[in-house]
């Protein structure tokens, strides 16, 4: 019987956002694998922090160091040894968790390893809290209601398919809104839901920031993290 | 000082996936509210039941009945009997939960005592874990990834707005699928994207039903509780 592979969603960045599903995995895992810089520091196991320092027995850990460059192949022969190291610790029975920020199938890593065991491996996934949702908690206004549709676009829309989102759609979520603000900011203005407009940055973290009103929103490049949201008044 | 209203998510189903906020806030509430068929019957406390167990003093329950017809006035007016025996117990300095199935500010009944509370009382909202993210690990396909855009509608949606959803966007979620089951097949084999579709009902119950060829799927009426997922191979 091999191990099981979970990829674990562990929200936003509020460690009492976390499930107690993905709680209870953290502590019964025998390898914890994350993400993490060269320095050592690592988002998601910061989030899960607390689940961590209730772990008793000795588990091991296994950080997953990312080149920062965009060129694909270096990211890929990173995934592909630690999706080798992950395969060894479920050939030995191990229970193998991958910590993700917000939910594991949103925009993130996981599916990288995930793609690289599915079908050899059993494999789970528990869903955390996505930005989205904290996003509108944070905010408290509904992110849909009713007979109201929702679009999830990113900075790296072109203006074209930014426009159209705006134009059709009742609620707008623009995501990795970080180098693309002042874009983002002209095309709200084009669309005329400039003041329909709410940004945030570093959601449920001590560092949140919330703009609700755009004119008050610096003309300039921002950080990875933040997002704008868009809806009806 | 008035106490807080809290609206909180406890997730699709699955008792596990309350989070630790949701657990702790739900065990010190002085009230507990839920919406509540005739029969008694609330599928948010139903969901909570493992929070509720572990709380050991008294607490007040408060279930919101909201009557089947489908005309707002009848329901108006239970929200405003809810949300003023809620507003008593705020002055009371009570803290007061309102259970949420998924998530409190993605298609729900939360914001009809929110929008009648806040400005008055501190409200605070706990997001939940929503149909959306839940269907994708039930399905441990991703949801978007990279440069992907998603955009949720439901089946109450005309066929223009759904046939421009799946002509548009990468991943294509429609909920609220039940009584509009035959017309989105349809719909899904005018836009060339059949193979494409996923259909989920019940996510995270004992009555979970996955079904990954649409062909497979009865060409008739389903339960409201039901979802298509649509994503690029």
Do not use: W
Not at 7 to 25: H, I, Q
Not at 135 to 143: D, E, G, K, S, T
């Amino acid at each position: 019987m091999t191990g099981c592979f979970y990829g674990v969603g562990v929200g936003p960045g509020d460690p009492e956002l976390l499930t107690l599903k993905a709680v209870r995995l953290i502590q019964n895992a025998d390898l914890l694998c994350y993400l993490s810089n060269e320095a050592g520091h690592s988002q998601a196991k910061e989030i899960a922090r607390f689940a961590l320092d209730e772990t008793k027995r000795s588990q091991q850990r296994l950080p997953i160091v990312i080149p920062m460059s965009r060129q694909r192949d270096a990211a890929n022969a990173v995934y592909d040894a630690a999706s080798a190291l992950i395969a060894k610790a479920l050939d030995a029975a191990q229970s193998v968790v991958f910590l993700c920020e917000g939910d594991p199938l949103f925009f993130g890593s996981f599916n990288y390893l995930l793609e690289r065991l599915q079908g050899r491996y059993r494999c789970q996934v528990v869903a955390g809290i996505s930005s989205l949702h904290a996003a509108a908690a944070a905010l408290q206004r509904p992110l849909t209601q009713q007979e109201q549709s929702l679009v999830v676009v990113s900075g790296r829309h072109s203006d074209a398919e930014l426009l159209q989102a705006l134009a059709t759609h009742d609620s707008v979520v623009i995501l990795k809104a970080g180098q693309a603000r002042s874009r983002i900011l002209a095309l709200l203005k084009r669309s005329g839901r400039f003041d329909q407009g709410l940004y945030l940055e570093q959601i449920g973290r001590p560092e949140q920031r919330i703009v609700g009103d755009l004119a008050e929103l610096e003309n300039k490049a921002g950080p990875y993290f933040s997002l704008f949201v868009v809806l009806k008044k």
